[in-house]
Structure formats: structure tokens, C-alpha cells
């Protein structure tokens, strides 16, 4: 599970990168298209100095994640099930949440 504890902060550092959604179910529709298309990360490798030279195990695709987002008082949770792994996830996360998230619940198997 990945908690949001404040949504408005949960913002990556480029923009045109990062959640765009306010609420529970735009957030999980955003990170259930991250990983399970390559659209966001070709937009992030096209902005790198070096396009080609990106890791392409970054670029990785899970076309059947899913994840869900409940509102619970001011936070989000999102349950995301996915089989890529840790560092893609993360990678993921930094660029549509910045540093504003956190894992917690993690369940692997």
C-alpha cells in the first residue's frame, strides 16, 4: 500500500511528469497507468541528457496492475498489485509523487 499523507504535496519534480489528480480514484488511475503502460517513462527517458543510455529495465510493464485509491480523513491510500519490481515501482512513484509517499503493507508472493 503507498499512503499519501498529504495529496496536495504528492507532486513529482517536473511537472509534466508528475499526479495530476486531487482525489482518491484520479491518484490510482494515474499510477495503474504508469505501470501498466510505457508512457511515462518514455516522457521521462525523451527529458534525460542521454536518451539511449537509460536503463531500459526501468521501462518495464506490468499490463496487469492494479490499484485502488480510498480517502481516508485528509490521506490517500492506494493498493496497487503489481509484479514489477521494487526499483521500478519506486522509480515510478518519484516521478508522479516526488518524495511525498510512503510504502507501507507491503505484501510480496
Known sequence: MVRLNE???ARGDEPGLSFQS???EG???????ALRTP???????AMQDEPDEVDKSLGAVDPEARVTGVQRDL????DARTSLSHGVFRHRMRLL???HWELA???FG
Open 75 to 78: 490521506k490517500i491510500e492506494l
Open 39 to 45: 508512457v511515462l517513462f518514455e516522457r521521462w527517458r
Open 7 to 9: 495529496p496536495a504535496l
Open 105 to 107: 503493507d507491503v505484501r
Open 27 to 33: 491518484f490510482a488511475a494515474e499510477l495503474e497507468a
Open 97 to 99: 509523487a516526488g518524495s
Open 22 to 24: 486531487s482525489g482518491a
